[in-house]
């Protein structure tokens, strides 16, 4: 078993930053291969953001955040960033972290689900 626990998440103007953190507990934060951030707007489906592949060489964004966002990881300390640039009202959501089998878009991928961090944009 997994536990996922992100952080970081808070109010910030529009064109702002924030990072987001994601620790990982219960097993070998390494035997996942991959790793994910994914986010649900209000009255929204939950969205893919990014993933990142264990070794951190592979990483896939969706199209709105490429080069605002950034994910990286940290195996030794069992942890997940999601560095967040030029933010927009539009990326108002909840932000999920996520551990699973493949680096993916697919949602059904993932095993683990974190409890969410809010991430809210002012205009």
């Known amino acids: 078993q997994v536990q996922l626990l992100e952080s970081g998440g808070g109010l910030v103007q529009a064109g702002g930053s924030l990072r987001l953190s994601c620790v990982a507990s219960g097993r070998t934060f390494s035997q996942y291969s991959a790793m994910g951030w994914f986010r649900q707007a209000p009255g929204k489906e939950r969205e893919f953001v990014a993933a990142?592949?264990?070794?951190?060489?592979?990483?896939l964004y969706d199209d709105s955040v490429k080069g605002r966002f950034t994910i990286s990881r940290d195996n030794a300390k069992n942890t997940m960033f999601l560095h967040m640039g030029s933010l927009s009202p539009e990326d108002t959501a909840v932000y999920y972290c996520?551990?699973?089998?493949?680096?993916?878009?697919?949602?059904?991928?993932?095993?683990?689900w974190g409890q969410g961090t809010q991430v809210t944009v002012s205009s």
């Open positions: 996520a551990a699973g089998s493949g680096t993916s878009r697919d949602s059904s991928l993932y095993s683990y």
């Open positions: 990142i592949s264990w070794t951190g060489t592979y990483r």
